[in-house]
């Protein structure tokens, strides 16, 4: 995210009721610093496998899909370096799985499928996870990580965040009591 | 060794440290002030406050690497991929739990002001007066009627938003204007006061400023507050105190310097200054001063005291009473309570207001419960649910994608704030075996919660709950989650005042009993806790403290 950029989204947002202070502008020369880590090397069928399951779990619609916003590309970072190694390792078994079930269901990869056969796949997958959770001491489930990380990856991404959200970064007020008609999108932060 | 002199040292740049600087250096006193922890300059090293989150790699969540390595600090609601840079590293910092303790620390200059809940409210008269009344813990050696002009002084140079509620047990000061309740939290507050006339819900007050106020400010509503405000808009030592400290010319600011111990001469009666490690090169400096503020936070405030041994004090310095180290108090933030409200789907709200409400003690206040002594607070929250609770919900697809992406019905929450008593044996001692890197001694810390606290809390699980049900929530979920503590992050205690130094180490002006130009003025002076957040208390008497030793060292008495 180009910096210099936000300042200036900023100041439109917050309607130029406020004058950013001048040493603001010093804040776009800080370093990018420690959180800046390298993306995992993920092969492209992979990334295409990630693509597809996520926008089963969050297709596009009058708004983005999942993978319109990359989530296929967050999704090896959060489910790598946050989940327990417990859950990761499910995640990528189940991720295998998937895809295996296709091929022997259907003769092709889960990626190739059409969308109603993705959602029937996946929907068995739930299925599966509603019988898993009611288990004593039920751990981690394929459905449960796969649908969480895209949730989380989909809607702090800038393409969900404003877009099948409304994001203000600086709002600039607080308005306590505002009327609210149905449809009008939720704030993403 | 001219060079090495000042007119005053003060130990810790955070919240209490910050304003004994800013006070020392306005009433024409030469200041150093020694940091611990790195340099974090005002807006320059808030590398993350104007970041999205889509700017983060794992999009501001804990990673696994960070829960491992951090295992206490990464405990903390505040501590993720946008704020660790202002938490410790758990393993520099060793101390050990002789029981679970989470101490909760951030050593920079700023200290944990950057990283504070930023609540404030006064203590009530009868708060200075409990542990007389009921004998647990000595007597405040101040009552409310000393406090209250230096709470206007800090709340008017501060900045503190709230409403004049006129209810006893918080109360009024000098606000800035209140923010507002939604609609969510003016629905349950008229649910709560209809049922129950004693409970009031009022507006959280905050230093937070809603109007421009000493050309800082004002609050722009984005509630990223924990990675350092650019517009200066809430209250820290990095945005307010040390500013106004260093346009004096009086400041000198020393961070990366680990205060050993503080040197004491016995033939003058006086301490003279202290002994610094510097962090990077692990040398041995002195500095030396006519009088000296320990502001390291409560319990490195303690260490220090007990690491500053001496003939005429082998049990660490003042400390002829044997309390120090005892005592040690957190506010038990155990009780949790939520429900879904299904009403009010036509109100929303815009922004992200950087406070909650409030519920002020409503308990011992006119009668006595018959399992407990003292009270609690609730702090609450009404807002409107969002995508994230897709996570909770079945389905996936088109429908699913496009119910969660508009508001769900209101969350209302409610979290105890419990007040704790004063127990001797729960304490600190000096561990000399176990050694920092720095080679300084570290603490076992030994606390738990009493009975008293346990059965508040029983009261507490049952008072939220049914609020929450008198207002008609579905999908309530009350609960104790047993935390220890220190996750309350208001540790109080282990160098208390009081009356005499038989029994307590700092007088009524928080200066040590026995050794007069030694002031004290964090929260390990606290003789009793309260229920409400203390950093205003904590400012309130350093500033007094301030005055006092200023007026006593132009008296020559120090």
């Known amino acids: 995210m180009d910096r210099r950029q936000a300042l200036k989204l900023l100041t439109l947002f917050a309607g130029g009721s406020i004058a950013l202070p001048a040493y603001a502008e010093r804040i776009l020369h800080y370093p ?22 996520a926008d089963t779990i969050l ?50 990869g889960f990626a190739q499928l059409p969308p109603d056969r993705r959602s029937l796949l996946l929907s068995e997958a739930e299925q599966a996870f509603k019988t898993h959770r009611s288990q004593p001491n039920a ?43 149905a449809g009008e999108k939720a704030w993403a932060l | ?65 960070e829960k491992q390595d951090d295992p206490v600090q990464s405990i903390c609601y505040a501590y993720n991929e946008t704020t660790k840079h202002f938490f410790v590293r758990d393993a520099e910092h060793p101390y050990q739990q002789v029981k679970p303790f989470d101490w909760i620390r951030g050593y920079q200059v700023g200290g944990k002001s950057l990283l504070w809940a930023r609540q404030t409210y006064r203590w009530a008269a009868f708060d200075f007066e409990s542990n007389l009344k009921d004998g647990h813990g000595a007597d405040w050696p101040i009552r409310y009627e000393d406090l209250a002009p230096w709470y206007s002084y800090v709340e008017k140079f501060a900045g503190i938003s709230g409403n004049k509620d006129g209810l006893p047990q918080i109360p009024d000061g000098e606000f800035l204007p209140p923010m507002e309740l939604n609609a969510g939290e003016q629905y349950l507050k008229k649910s709560i006061e209809t049922r129950w006339p004693e409970r009031k819900m009022v507006i959280g007050r905050c230093a937070h400023l809603t109007v421009k ?44 310097s680990i205060v050993h111990s503080i040197i004491f001469d016995e033939k003058k009666n006086r301490a003279t200054g202290v002994r610094v490690i510097d962090a990077g090169t692990k040398e041995m400096v002195e500095y030396y001063a006519k009088i000296i503020f320990v502001n390291a936070g409560t319990l490195n405030s303690t260490l220090i005291l007990l690491n500053s041994t001496s003939n005429r004090f082998p049990k660490g310095l003042g400390n002829d009473s044997g309390v120090l180290g005892h005592y040690l108090m957190d506010h038990n933030y155990r009780v949790r309570a939520n429900g879904r409200f299904e009403g009010l789907g036509d109100r929303y709200y815009l922004g992200r207001r950087p406070t909650g409400c409030y519920v002020p003690r409503f308990r011992n206040l006119w009668d006595q419960h ?43 929450s409610l979290h105890g ?142």
């Open chain 1, 32 to 53: 990018d610093a420690c959180w800046q880590t390298p993306l995992p090397d993920i092969a492209p069928e992979k990334t295409e496998l990630l693509a597809a399951l």
């Open chain 1, 59 to 108: 297709p596009r619609t009058d708004t983005p899909g999942a993978s319109d916003a990359g989530v296929q590309h967050v999704l090896p970072v959060l489910a790598n370096d946050c989940l327990d190694t417990q859950s990761r390792d499910v995640f990528w078994a189940g991720l295998d799985a998937l895809d295996a079930n296709s091929r022997s269901r259907f003769q092709t």
């Open chain 1, 139 to 181: 751990g981690p489930h394929f459905f449960k990580i796969a649908k969480d990380l895209t949730l989380t990856g989909y809607f702090t991404s800038e393409t969900g965040a404003t877009q099948a959200l409304r994001y203000l970064p600086i709002p600039g007020k607080w308005e306590a009591d505002l009327p609210y008609t």
């Open chain 2, 1 to 65: 060794m001219k060079k090495h002199t000042y007119d005053a040292i003060v130990i810790g740049s955070g919240m209490s440290g910050g304003w004994a600087a800013k006070e020392l250096c306005e009433k024409g006193l030469r200041t150093l002030v020694l940091e611990r922890g790195r340099d974090v300059r005002h807006i320059l090293d808030y590398p993350t406050a104007l970041l999205n989150p889509w700017d983060f790699p794992h999009r501001g969540r804990q990673t696994r690497a």
């Open chain 2, 213 to 256: 106020h000493n050309d800082r400010g004002p609050c722009q509503y984005r509630s990223l507050c924990e990675r350092g405000c650019p517009f200066s808009a809430y209250f820290s030592s990095n945005s307010v105190t040390l500013p106004a400290a260093a346009r004096t010319k009086k400041l000198t600011l020393r961070a990366d």
């Open chain 2, 370 to 412: 018959p399992d407990f002594v003292r009270g609690y607070a609730f702090g609450g929250r009404a807002t409107r649910e969002g995508w994230t609770r897709g996570y909770g919900q079945d389905g996936f697809g088109a429908a699913f994608k496009d119910q969660i992406s508009v508001p769900g019905d209101w969350n209302l």
């Open chain 2, 417 to 558: 704030m419990g007040e704790c008593l004063p127990r001797f044996e729960n304490q600190v001692r000096l561990n000399t075996e176990k050694r920092d890197p720095w080679g300084m001694p570290t603490l076992d810390i030994d606390c738990a919660w009493g009975p008293n606290e346990d059965a508040m809390v029983k009261d507490m699980l049952q008072t939220a709950g049914e609020m929450l049900e008198a207002a008609g929530c579905k999908s309530i979920q009350v609960y104790d989650s047993h935390e220890p503590p220190g996750r309350g992050i208001h540790e109080m205690g282990t160098a208390r005042m009081g009356r005499d130094a038989q029994t307590s180490m700092l007088n009524a002006w928080n200066q040590l009993h026995t050794v007069p130009n030694v002031f004290v003025t964090d929260g390990s002076g606290m003789g009793s806790t309260a229920c409400q957040n203390p950093s205003i208390t904590y400012l309130a008497l350093t500033a007094r403290a301030c005055d006092y030793a200023v007026k006593e060292l132009k008296k020559k008495n120090l």
